[in-house]
């Protein structure tokens, strides 16, 4: 048996990860994907990037990275980022040491490979752009520039999970870890039985309590960051 669990989007939040990473140990995983975004809206990036790190993750770049290394290299100003996605940009400019900005600069776009004959690919946005958002209402047109004789394609992205058969091949948008945009308090991603072909979204709940007082303490005059963490759930 060989099972991946893939995982992206997870934007700084710690608590989500951690929530996640529990249910991967019950799960028997052999291997874990992530697909980008370590960081940008939440405040534990470099905690993040750290803890997939030591397990040895497979890991490629999401848009966030670009913006970080943009922002680093001063062709994006900082306060500006922080207005737009929250302070987790600046605090992995505070919190990562050159070599590992470095490390993060050298990581792939993208990661193909083959398993027990199955071609597989992993992708931030989309096989075709990177920084496509791909919806599950995405259109045939849409859909048709995904196949690209993969017999697996995984991506995040657009913080929406879902799984699409193609005419060579499965599409599957694994969803956001640390930013569901579905439902507050899960952590949407993707467990994959290499051998049996077996594919399951997984949601994962956690606590927003502690991330939402860290909203307040960085970034208040965001209502995004936290009005998102509660999307859906009803006030007791």
Not at 78 to 97: M, P
Request: charged share 20%; hydrophobic share 40%.
């Amino acid at each position: 048996m060989m099972r991946l669990a893939i995982l992206s989007d997870i934007h700084g939040n710690i608590f989500a990860l951690d929530a996640v990473l529990d249910k991967i140990a019950q799960a028997r995983v052999d291997r874990i994907i992530f697909l980008g975004d370590f960081t940008g809206y939440y405040y534990h990036p470099k905690e993040v990037f750290d803890c997939l790190n030591k397990m040895g993750a497979t890991m490629i770049l999401g848009n966030h990275e670009r913006m970080l290394f943009d922002c680093a290299d001063g062709i994006i100003d900082a306060e500006v980022l922080r207005q737009k996605y929250g302070s987790g940009h600046k605090l992995a400019l505070q919190k990562f040491s050159t070599s590992e900005l470095d490390q993060l600069r050298n990581l792939p776009e993208f990661h193909l490979e083959t398993i027990n004959d199955f071609s597989i690919g992993y992708f931030h946005g989309s096989p075709f752009d990177n920084d496509f958002y791909l919806y599950p209402d995405a259109s045939p047109s849409i859909l048709s520039k995904c196949d690209v004789g993969i017999d697996y394609i995984f991506v995040g992205h657009s913080h929406y999970p879902f799984i699409t058969q193609l005419d060579h091949g499965i599409l599957i948008n694994v969803g956001s870890v640390g930013q569901s945009r579905v439902l507050g308090g899960i952590a949407s991603w993707c467990l994959f039985d290499v051998e049996s072909g077996e594919l399951e979204i997984q949601t994962t709940h956690y606590d927003t309590e502690l991330l939402l007082k860290l909203v307040n303490q960085y970034d208040p005059d965001i209502v995004y960051l936290s009005k998102i963490l509660k999307r859906g759930i009803k006030d007791e």
